[in-house]
């Protein structure tokens, strides 16, 4: 168990930093391709690719960030409501059905990937394969999963973070 989090905390820094990274960058060549359209009277033609491939892969990698630190939205009206058997009970099936649909993603995603590749379709202007924002749905996908059982293993996510179940029902 302790190997998982390790590995999971690792992980989790590399997706972090990739994610700022990704992010930064998208922030200085859009701003770059402003400048250049209204100030020089000239676009970038490869700005609009890059920055639509790296926008997905800072969306699906802040999908891994969120579940990692447990920030996605969570309702939790009824669980606050079951007793502390029920409550894990329904956060494993929860778990369960959410790896199950990674699962899924995950193998979707490679198929996509590895059709893009088949099929040899490219971006015009950079002419870069497709594939490479596509792969970021089988690699979030698995990053996501890998996380979710690290979780479920040592009951870290039974509650969303900052989240205290309330001690008396009304």
């Given at each position: 168990?302790?190997?998982?989090?390790?590995?999971?905390?690792?992980?989790?820094?590399v997706v972090r930093f990739i994610t700022g990274v990704f992010t930064a960058l998208l922030v200085v060549?859009?701003?770059?391709?402003?400048?250049?359209?209204?100030?020089?009277?000239?676009?970038l033609p490869w700005v609009e690719e890059l920055s639509r491939i790296l926008?997905?892969?800072?969306?699906?990698?802040?999908?891994?960030?969120?579940?990692?630190?447990?920030?996605?939205?969570?309702?939790?009206?009824?669980?606050?409501?079951?007793?502390?058997?029920?409550?894990?009970?329904l956060v494993w099936v929860t778990n369960a059905l959410t790896a199950a649909f990674l699962v899924a993603?995950?193998?979707?995603?490679?198929?996509?990937?590895?059709?893009?590749?088949?099929?040899?379709?490219?971006?015009?202007?950079m002419r870069v394969s497709l594939a490479w924002g596509f792969a970021s749905v089988p690699v979030a996908a698995a990053i996501m999963l890998f996380t979710l059982v690290t979780q479920t293993l040592d009951g870290s996510d039974e509650q969303p973070r900052g989240h205290e179940p309330s001690e008396q029902v009304t």
């Open positions: 168990m302790h190997v998982l989090h390790i590995v999971n905390d690792a992980l989790a820094a060549i859009v701003t770059s391709n402003v400048f250049a359209r209204y100030v020089l009277r000239m676009g926008f997905v892969w800072v969306v699906f990698l802040g999908a891994c960030v969120a579940l990692q630190e447990r920030g996605h939205l969570a309702i939790t009206f009824v669980v606050d409501r079951l007793p502390p058997r029920g409550r894990k009970l993603i995950a193998l979707a995603g490679w198929q996509l990937v590895t059709s893009t590749l088949d099929f040899g379709t490219r971006t015009p202007a």
